[in-house]
């Protein structure tokens, strides 16, 4: 009997998990906002530190190189303004250290995740940079990628 209960604990718990956008309404977001990700990426660039932003209960945390970090008002008004207008979640600076140096490979944009980072799920819009060609190649072989309508913009589901 209590393997009943736990197994519609389990099913219950599936039930309420939402799904991820749909690739439309991904391409939707990307379109209608596409200055704003191209203005908040820039953040990316000018602040080398920044490694990613979110939103949690109203708030927002950065996490920086060296742990957390904060934003300019100004900073602060532009991603937070577009994090909340899109429904986004979260805004991702991914870096490649190679020969004492970094470089900025990829931008994403986080509209879905779920469970852990290895055995979850997640959805984003990413601009990819000519550095991380390598991957693309691969994720595209993988059909975790699909173009947006602006040249190196993606939507990126892992299987």
């Known amino acids: 009997m209590r393997s009943i209960y736990t197994l519609a604990a389990v099913f219950s718990l599936a039930a309420c ?16 906002y596409e200055q704003r990700f191209s203005e908040v990426e820039q953040l990316c660039f000018t602040r080398n530190d ?22 300019s ?10 994090l909340r207008d899109t429904g986004l979640l ?12 970094g470089e900025l490979v990829r931008i994403s944009f986080i509209a879905y995740a779920t469970g852990l980072s290895v055995s979850g799920r997640s959805k984003s819009i ?17 059909g975790e990628l699909r173009a947006l309508p602006k040249e ?8």
């Open 17 to 32: 998990t939402p799904s991820p956008p749909s690739d439309e309404k991904l391409t939707n977001v990307f379109t209608a």
């Open 126 to 142: 990413n601009h990819l940079l000519p550095a991380d060609q390598a991957w693309q190649n691969e994720a595209t072989k993988r």
């Open 50 to 71: 920044i490694r990613s932003i979110n939103i949690e209960d109203d708030k927002y945390r950065v996490r920086t190189e060296s742990g957390m970090g904060t934003l």
């Open 90 to 101: 979260q805004l991702d600076c991914l870096w490649l250290y190679s020969q004492g140096h």
């Open 152 to 159: 190196n913009w993606f939507i990126y589901e892992p299987q």
């Open 73 to 82: 008002q100004a900073e602060e008004n532009q991603v937070i303004g577009f």
